[in-house]
């Protein structure tokens, strides 16, 4: 296998090599991960069923989604014991301020074992290596849309090897590389779009957080999972509060929210079981109405420097 490996590109080789350091990776697994990073928008276009085999030649579909559960089921079994989907690839909401953190570190980072903030029983550890590298990716879940929210290049690939990989094998058609600023300036102006933050997670991606995708409910698989009873999104570990003193009833909120928490019909309410903390509709109100609050009962936030100190990595805080 290494050396079949001398005649692919640097990235495969270089992501190859992280994967045999886990011990607990086989060929299947490396291999799932090959095809979800190389062949994204055909692997999401067949999971959202977005995809012409699955709207036009189902049978052929089926033949291939028998192969995609083959190389992904060694990928969900753990411990011994079957995994959910949602327990493999997942999503944490981030709020604005928490993203920008995460595309403005400038020290590779090493935080094991995420389970208090990603609750889910694999692909929980944030290891970042080459922080800066980042690449926007033409998000696969909007590209496979007919009629996709734009712009496409929203997604945020950050950190090695995985920013190597998709740049080698997307580039320069689907993906560059960009700097910080302009990371900060995607995350930003997909913010005020309406847009939520999610920080995900996938067991074929060497167990651990590979990307920054900014969704829309209208486009996004993680979010119509969701909203089909798959957990593949955890909250932030906030919550929205409102201040019904400060309310005008403009309904600028119920627009923008993404998760539909918001409801203005009889009486302004906000619904917290389905409010996931993203803060999309606090930066919208021009009223001071809306606020976030931490709400332990939804887990604990993805706030990159406390962690960072509480694993006692304070000295690489920026």
Known sequence: MDKQLNLVKPSTREFFTESKKLGRYGVIDWLHGYVYGRWAYFYIGMGTGEHTLVKKFKPVAEVIYRV??????????????????????????????????????????????????????????????????????????????????????????????????????????????????????????ENQRGHVAHAFFKDAMLDRFYAICNCCSCCCGAMQAQRNGTPMLASSGYVCRLDEQNCVNCGDCVSMCQFAAIDLDREPRIDEQTCMGCGVCVNTCAHEALSLVRDPARGEPLEIHRLMEEYGNKEMAN
Do not use: W
């Open 68 to 189: 995609f559960r083959l190389l992904t089921g060694s990928s969900r079994r753990h411990a011994g014991k079957d995994l959910s989907f949602a327990d493999t690839y997942h999503g944490k909401v981030v709020p604005l301020e928490n993203a920008r953190k995460l595309v403005t570190l400038d020290r590779p980072i090493e935080l094991p074992d995420l389970e208090r903030v990603i609750p889910y029983k694999r692909a929980r550890d944030l290891i970042l290596h080459n922080p800066d590298h980042i690449v926007a990716l033409e998000c696969p879940c909007r590209s496979v849309r007919e009629q996709p929210c734009l712009p496409l290049d929203v997604c945020l690939i950050v950190g090695e090897p995985f920013a190597s990989f998709i740049l080698e094998h997307h580039g320069p058609v689907k993906a560059r590389a960009i700097t910080q600023q302009e990371a900060l300036n995607i995350l930003e102006e």
